[in-house]
């Protein structure tokens, strides 16, 4: 006997959770979602800058990323429209103007710009830096923002169950489960490792930015993220342990040093908030889905939870349901095959 729609468990609402649960829930199955916390999004996608960044990234994390990540802007932009459009500004203080040109040759999909297009873009920056580079298709977000949305969305549909405060018993009646934990699963994703990442936001009405800008470093490259309220998020350090919790004095002094470097009235903004968590990332920071038996781990997502999440749903689905016929099918498949 065949059942008249899917039931499928989501275990974790981090991004990877909830963006699999509007993905399968907007096809039509009964979606369960359990989260161990208080509420939904209070994981490590509670720290994240929001960067929609796919070329940008490809410089670090190459081609496959990026060609995942464009499945992100066209989530963000369409199906749960909570991103901004404004590309992307790379810039680099005279003395790493080398740094400039090596970002450059990683990637593609960019403008060439000298001082007065820098001006151009962004006019509190005019004057500073007589070079940049500028990614028109990336996009960003509010990750808490982004979280809340998709809550509501999911809050509305008929078909969607969350739960909060609870601890998923083994045995259950649905048809597919999708473990979505993050660095919790390591559990029975022993190779899954935290990477600590650690921001800070600030606020200050004296500069105003339109679009993420990229300040490059040899050591310590940050972004910062314009914000509501004149508030920006500058991140992220990238840390090889996995000390939870606790923000250093070295951090802050990197990326508010960052922060200065790009625009001297960050000095004076006040600072709002700092937080720290762990990315969780495989050996060679891919995402994975790993299928056993009628369980989808969805995990790894490293730096790039929000700009991979879709892709991984849509791959998900596409293992529960078949692809549909008006998906694209652009992703490179190899990814979701690995071994778990
Ligand atoms: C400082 C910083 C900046 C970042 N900036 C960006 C950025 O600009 N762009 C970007 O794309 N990514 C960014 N990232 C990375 C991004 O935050 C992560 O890749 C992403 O949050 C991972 O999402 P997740 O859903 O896998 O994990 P999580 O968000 O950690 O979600 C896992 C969820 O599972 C729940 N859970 C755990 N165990 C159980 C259990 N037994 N039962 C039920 N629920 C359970 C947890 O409570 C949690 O809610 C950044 C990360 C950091 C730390």
Known sequence: MTR????????????????????????????EILEGREAPGL???????GMLAPWCEAESAGAQVRDLGRAALRFWLHDMP????????????????????????????????????????????????????????????????????????????PNVEMRCGVEPSDSSDADWTIDARG???RDVLPELRGVKGE????????????RPVRMLHPRHPVYIVPRANHEFMIGATMVENEERGRVTARALLELLGAAYALHPAFAEAEVVETGCDLRPAFPDNMPRLVVRGRTIFTNGLFRHGFL??????LEAAAIIFGRAS???????????????
Not at 119 to 124: G, H, K
Not at 308 to 313: H, N, Q
Request: charge should be negative.
């Open 199 to 210: 921001m800070v936001v600030v606020r200050t009405a004296d500069i105003a930015l339109a």
């Open 43 to 49: 994981g490590c996608s509670f720290f994240a800058g």
């Open 82 to 157: 909570v991103a901004v459009q404004a590309g992307t500004l790379v810039v680099a203080p005279a003395r790493d103007a080398g740094e400039l040109r090596r970002f450059a040759r990683q990637t593609d999909a960019f403008e060439t710009l000298d001082g007065t297009d820098v001006a151009r873009l962004e006019p509190d920056l005019g004057g500073r830096f007589g070079a940049g580079l500028y990614f028109p298709d990336e996009a960003h977000l509010t990750p808490r923002d982004a979280l809340r949305a998709l809550v509501a969305a999911l809050d509305a549909m």
């Open 183 to 185: 660095l919790a699963a």
């Open 308 to 313: 991979l999440a879709p892709a991984l749903a």
């Open 4 to 31: 008249e729609r899917q039931h499928i468990r989501i275990v974790g609402a981090g991004v990877a959770g909830l963006v699999a649960a509007f993905v399968c829930a907007r096809r039509g199955a009964f979606v």
């Open 326 to 340: 008006e998906e694209p099918d652009g992703h490179p498949r190899e990814w979701h095959a690995a071994a778990g």
